[in-house]
């Protein structure tokens, strides 16, 4: 089994506290990236709009997310200790999952055969939409 990624977290709070965190780590990628687009001073206040920055956290928030890789018979073993619920993605008969564990005792994980990083980037998006999404919003 691998793990990849940073943010993992115990409580609702500390993923509210690390959501926060990137939110300059996010004006500053918008702001870079539209300046390598050669965005002027008035394309930049008409297209860079506060929904693209919350955007930009979305996926850079996300994208950090810690995740473990492994066998089917790997994340058998996780789940069984596991107390909370499990969303599985996928078909049962894969034989590689990748999963995450968010507060709050659910988790979420999506089977995949070949095509590791694709799951891994589909199950971050999973996990933000699923478990944060709704967390973030009540602020």
């Known amino acids: 089994m691998e793990t990849t990624g ?11 506290e690390a959501y926060e965190s990137i939110g300059p780590a996010a004006q500053t990628v918008v702001r870079e990236v539209a300046r390598a687009m050669d965005f002027d001073r008035e394309e930049y206040d008409d297209r860079v709009t506060g929904e693209v920055v919350e ?22 073993d996780w789940q069984a200790d596991y107390d909370g619920e499990v969303t599985v993605a996928g078909h049962e008969a894969v034989d590689n999952v990748v999963w ?16 590791e990083q694709a799951a891994i980037a589909t199950l971050r998006r999973q996990a933000f939409g699923r478990l944060y999404r709704d967390l973030f919003a009540s602020e």
């Not at 940073?6 to 509210?16: D, M, N």
């Not at 955007?55 to 058998?76: I, Y």
């Open 6 to 16: 940073q943010f993992t977290f115990t409580s609702s709070a500390e993923a509210r």
């Open 55 to 76: 955007t930009a956290r979305d996926a850079l928030f996300a994208s950090l997310l810690e995740v473990h890789v492994g066998t089917r018979e790997e994340f058998d």
């Open 100 to 115: 995450h564990a968010g507060p709050g005792g659910e988790a979420v994980a999506a089977t995949f055969q070949q095509e």
